[in-house]
């Protein structure tokens, strides 16, 4: 195999599109060698203005985007330092517009600090890449390569990269190792909170709880290990975005696919470049911890400046915990944290902030089940809660991790204990109307494209308002079709008899059916689709003909999971509000109760205000 290119040879790959890890691959170097060559001969990139007008007159735009063989623009003369923030990258599913709102406030703070803001990202339906939010914009992909160029081109004090989610946490080693600094949190930190087994051994070691985990490097260990800890148990790879491959298995069948999964093209990463090594397994082996069945799920957000933590919001999920907090609906403040619990909480945030060395924003996700509080991951960077969290409680979160990223300690911020005054849930926008086919069951991997916010005085009319401007908006009468788990009877039995009592007519099939019967409530029993006669009507039937305006359907195993696969998806073609989860039902039942009482209040009325 060719391992030397002759003079020449490197620019000709690159004008012909090839990046430094291709060539590295086909020389059998490493990319980092190839980038070392191409420094040595001077073949850099040149960066050109991108023509804001046409070339019909001189464009003054402070776009850039790289090409190979051209003449570089110089860059504009400045005293100011050079802070590069990279951004989000592309809007999909596990990272969308939460974390543009988070680059677009960094760049307006780091310019307010006295620096030049550099954006880097390759999105141009961002407020991001808009002309004034950044000094600078590079229009360019996410990638090692790409980043380290403008890097050589800036020369910034530092690289900021907890504000763009997970794709820039990624690059963080690539950065260090380029010569530059990382301002915030840097990459030893992040990586102790990435790597699941040593993130899990540190938590150990400061005494906190956290469910049962091992980690395995093969499909067999996978299973002797999940024999240990006892199933159902949650698959779980490192530096993976929006939950990408997580699974939740009750059975070694369901954990040989979760293990499979993880060896397929599933785990592509965010710039192309695959997380798993060269032999399939995600880098660092996966993790398996005990999944915690029955447990409120909490999301923290807080600031660290590596020996202090400020607790800006404590969460709590509508959905149990096993959704994936980018679907999960989340209310602020948490109504269900006791005294007690809210104090184990902050206790363990307080610990793990500076054991982790985070420099900027920290969010912990925790369960707690049967009044014990389990850690469950934290994340040093910005989270997809950060721009609720900072609606709700009137607090610029992105302006103060920025300054504690330039230096400034908790203590100069001095900033104020949140009290929100009213209760914020946050909303996931769910994408399955335009993936006809798709199975809108909620798990550990996230399958959101986006969030919606309400404010009221209570929870049931923030939550109505919620489901409303997600496109979902819940009946206040007609007929509510109800297939639960056998886990979830007994809950399910009140959430149907306020149903009933709010005038709902009740569906159900033979195992739900006769929960609620036994309760006393009146119930029209409706077939299954595996087990309906050739003529006989089923629950699909009733949905696709208009007869039904609620559907509440928790599946489990994988016959259970067919059936109900056919019936989310009736619900979801004849737009029929679909709730997978038995907290969700209680929440949306309590709502649908405050509906019907909500009176309407014109604008003086709502501000206390008499003419």
């Known amino acids: 195999a060719k391992t030397e290119l002759a003079s020449g040879d490197l620019l000709r790959a690159k004008r012909a599109g090839w990046g430094d890890d291709s060539i590295g691959h086909a020389l059998g170097v490493s990319g980092v060698e190839v980038r070392r060559r191409r420094r040595q001969e001077g073949v850099l990139p040149a960066f050109r203005r991108v023509d804001s007008c046409a070339g019909e007159v001189e464009a003054g735009s402070n776009y850039f985007y790289s090409t190979w063989g051209e003449a570089d623009e110089t860059l504009p003369a400045g005293d100011k330092p050079r802070v590069v923030i990279l951004g989000s990258g592309p809007n999909r599913i596990g990272q969308g517009i939460e974390f543009d709102y988070c680059c677009v406030h960094a760049a307006q703070t780091f310019r307010e600090l006295g620096y030049e803001a550099v954006m880097v990202n390759c999105n141009p339906e961002t407020v991001s890449t808009d002309y004034d939010t950044s000094d600078r914009l590079y229009f360019e992909p996410l990638s090692p390569e790409e980043v380290l160029a403008v890097c050589d081109r800036e020369q910034p004090?530092?690289?900021?990269?907890?504000?763009?989610?997970?794709?820039?946490?990624?690059?963080?080693?690539s950065i260090e190792e380029g010569g530059y600094r990382i301002l915030g949190t840097p990459h030893a930190a992040i990586d102790l909170a990435e790597d699941r087994a040593r993130f899990g051994?540190?938590?150990?070691?400061?005494?906190?709880?956290?469910?049962?985990?091992?980690?395995?490097?093969?499909?067999?260990e996978a299973r002797s290990a999940a024999a240990v800890i006892g199933y159902p148990v949650l698959v779980r790879p490192s530096y993976v975005l929006g939950g990408r491959a997580m699974r939740i298995c009750y059975d070694d069948q369901q954990l040989e696919e979760a293990m499979a999964a993880v060896h397929g093209p599933e785990l592509v990463g965010a710039t192309g470049s695959r997380v798993s090594t060269g032999v399939g397994l995600a880098q660092n082996g996966v993790l398996l911890d005990r999944f915690?069945?029955?447990?409120?799920?909490?999301?923290?957000?807080?600031?660290?400046?590596?020996?202090?933590?400020?607790?800006?919001?404590?969460?709590?999920?509508?959905?149990?915990?096993?959704v994936h907090s980018g679907d999960s609906a989340c209310v602020l403040p948490a109504p269900s944290l006791t005294l007690a619990a809210a104090l184990e909480v902050e206790h363990v945030v307080k610990r793990l902030g500076p054991a982790l060395g985070v420099v900027g924003l920290l969010n912990v996700q925790l369960a707690i089940a049967d009044s014990t509080v389990y850690v469950l991951e934290a994340n040093p960077r910005a989270s997809r809660t950060v721009p609720f969290a900072s609606k709700a409680i009137g607090l610029n979160l992105v302006a103060a991790a920025c300054r504690l990223a330039a230096g400034e300690k908790l203590?100069?911020?001095?900033?104020?204990?949140?009290?929100?005054?009213?209760?914020?849930?946050?909303?996931?926008?769910?994408?399955?109307?335009?993936?006809?086919?798709?199975?809108?069951?909620?798990?550990?991997?996230m399958r959101s494209t986006g969030e919606v916010m309400a404010s009221a005085a209570d929870l049931p009319t923030a939550l109505a308002k919620a489901e409303r401007a997600a496109g979902r908006p819940l009946p206040t009468s007609g007929t509510a079709f109800l297939s639960v788990r056998d886990e979830d009877k007994p809950a399910a039995v009140a959430v149907a008899a306020a149903l009933a009592g709010l005038g709902?007519?009740?569906?159900?099939?033979?195992?739900?059916?006769?929960?609620?019967?036994?309760?006393?409530?009146?119930?029209?029993?409706?077939?299954?689709?595996?087990?309906?006669?050739?003529?006989?009507?089923?629950?699909?039937?009733?949905?696709?003909?208009?007869?039904?305006?609620?559907?509440?359907?928790?599946p489990q195993g994988s016959g259970a999971r067919a059936d109900g696969y056919l019936i989310r998806e009736a619900a979801l073609v004849a737009r029929v509000p679909c709730v997978t989860t038995i907290s969700g039902a209680a929440a949306a039942v309590h709502a649908i109760a405050n509906a019907r009482a909500e009176s309407a209040l014109s604008l003086q009325e709502r501000i206390g205000v008499t003419t």
């Open 292 to 322: 915690v069945e029955h447990a409120i799920e909490l999301d923290v957000d807080a600031l660290c400046d590596g020996e202090a933590v400020f607790i800006a919001a404590v969460m709590q999920h509508v959905e149990e915990a096993g």
């Open 411 to 445: 203590s100069e911020l001095a900033l104020p204990t949140p009290r929100p005054t009213q209760v914020s849930v946050k909303a996931a926008v769910l994408p399955f109307a335009r993936f006809p086919g798709a199975d809108p069951v909620l798990g550990p991997e």
């Open 201 to 220: 051994s540190l938590v150990e070691e400061l005494g906190v709880r956290c469910p049962p985990w091992a980690i395995a490097e093969s499909a067999e």
């Open 157 to 173: 004090v530092g690289v900021v990269t907890q504000f763009g989610g997970q794709t820039p946490l990624r690059l963080a080693r």
């Open 504 to 554: 709902f007519e009740l569906v159900a099939t033979e195992g739900t059916a006769r929960t609620l019967r036994a309760a006393g409530l009146e119930i029209e029993e409706v077939a299954k689709v595996a087990d309906a006669l050739p003529d006989e009507s089923t629950v699909v039937d009733l949905v696709r003909r208009g007869r039904c305006d609620l559907v509440i359907n928790t």
